[in-house]
């Protein structure tokens, strides 16, 4: 296991077809849009990209040496420009200090990054990320930035930052390369900034959808060791046609397996366990929310088992880009039964009142901001408090405000002495209203 990172023990066939594509694209020096639903694996998928030791010989190979550079967006606290510089600045210096380069380089980086910490400067940083660029490619090494979740960053892209962007190219001689990841292509994130005739000499787009069963029992395998469930191979045949190559349901099925000891007879205990999930059903609700009225109507058709019209096909065409829908014997079909599940609930609850009883999530926020009344309670403190389970696969600004959200109105609803604030970029904070 390469740097502690268990993806990096997959095997070098994991999600072969995708990686030989973007090899393809690093080796003619290209830059690519990694779309995908959210939470689909493209980040499970990167950390093996960016960690097993044979991707650059395996899929590249071209002779080159390549340093790649991770920059998760999801590191940032502040979604402002300087910061996103600064971390870029300070990711590339990670990269520097463990790679084959000289002194003189390592040395030359530190001292970049060190003046714009100090100078807090967001033009001498981004002139301190030309330099050490300009200064890695000197050595003849080929870098390659990974923006994960660059979709993060949607309020505050700009003309100016996709102008350093390209311009960052041209100080290594366009020997450098991006790879960014988002839910969107970078065209439906800032139309006014990524418009679709400079966009397609700046970046390719790529899709990455959910897993086929082969990668699947990969992830299977190594998570269910980690925390040691022990279920049949024909359980196993069920769980993955019940999470359907979906990676974020299968992290968290195991998780939840994990946690209840539950044992199954057959798919079907399987299915209803998972469908009654709290986490399940959270995050079944994200990717409906991260459709437009289009694409939802459409998924809503399919569900019902009505035709799609070419149209619709046309202006949803994200739903089949991304393998929200697939074709089962001729028609059209939603991807997961999970999510189908979620669909039909939804049109049957829509219509019916709210619970205004808080779920287990829900009381875990709510007892964990009330311990704080009135102090900050950052974003990450609340994964801890509400997510500690899945820390270590992230949990999304989405989930945090749609469960603040409901908390906020079953709070009221209950004329409950307290009320969630939000504070801008940071977190939330908890007041008390009168006395308690």
């Not at 000289?102 to 530190?110: A, H």
């Not at 609340?382 to 899945?390: G, K, N, S």
Request: hydrophobic content about 40%; charged content about 25%.
């Amino acid at each position: 296991m390469e740097n502690g990172v268990i993806e990096a023990a997959y095997p070098i066939s994991f999600r072969k077809d995708d990686a030989e594509k973007i090899g393809q694209h690093l080796k003619n020096r290209n830059s690519i849009v990694l779309i995908g639903m959210k939470r689909v694996g493209i980040s499970n998928f990167l950390r093996f990209f960016l960690n097993h030791k044979e991707i650059a010989k395996k899929y590249i190979a071209d002779g080159n040496s390549h340093l790649f550079i991770s920059v998760d967006l999801n590191d940032l606290v502040e979604r402002e420009v300087f910061p996103f510089w600064i971390l870029t600045l300070k990711r590339i210096l990670d990269s520097v200090e463990n790679a084959v380069l000289s002194k003189q380089t390592k040395k030359y980086v530190e001292g970049l990054f060190l003046d714009s910490m100090q100078s807090k400067d967001t033009f001498l940083t981004i002139e301190s990320v030309k330099k050490s660029l300009a200064k890695i490619t000197q050595e003849n090494i080929l870098p390659t930035i990974f923006f994960i979740r660059f979709d993060r960053l949607q309020e505050v892209v700009t003309p100016e930052l996709f102008g350093n962007l390209q311009g960052l190219k041209d100080a290594a001689s366009r020997k450098v390369s991006y790879v960014f990841t988002s839910f969107r292509g970078l065209t439906d994130l800032a139309p006014q900034v990524f418009t679709k005739s400079s966009i397609s000499l700046f970046a390719q787009n790529m899709y990455i959808r959910p897993a086929e069963k082969k990668d699947t029992e990969i992830i299977f395998d190594t998570y269910a060791s980690k925390y040691k469930l022990s279920i049949s191979s024909s359980l196993e045949n069920s769980l993955f046609e019940v999470v359907d190559g979906y990676v974020q349901y299968l992290q968290l099925a195991l998780i939840s397996f994990h946690e209840e000891g539950v044992t199954f007879k057959n798919k079907s205990e399987i299915f209803e366990f998972l469908a009654h999930d709290e986490r399940i059903i959270l995050q079944s609700e994200e990717l409906w929310e991260s459709l437009n009225n289009t694409e939802q109507n459409v998924l809503l058709k399919i569900v019902k088992g009505q035709n799609v019209s070419s149209q619709e096909r046309k202006t949803g065409s994200y739903l089949w880009d991304t393998g929200f829908t697939v074709d089962a014997r001729g028609k059209d079909s939603i991807f997961s039964t999970l999510f189908s599940h979620y669909l039909k609930q939804r049109q049957i609850t829509k219509v019916t009142k709210a619970s205004v009883d808080l779920s287990k999530k829900e009381h875990l926020l709510f007892t964990f901001l009330k311990s704080k009344t009135g102090i900050i309670c950052e974003r990450e403190e609340i994964i801890q408090a509400v997510w500690p389970e899945v820390v270590e696969f992230g949990v999304s600004d989405w989930a945090i405000d749609r469960l603040v959200a409901r908390l906020r109105v079953k709070l009221k609803s209950q004329n409950a002495p307290f009320e969630i604030q939000t504070v801008k970029t940071r977190g939330y904070k908890m007041i008390g209203l009168g006395n308690n």
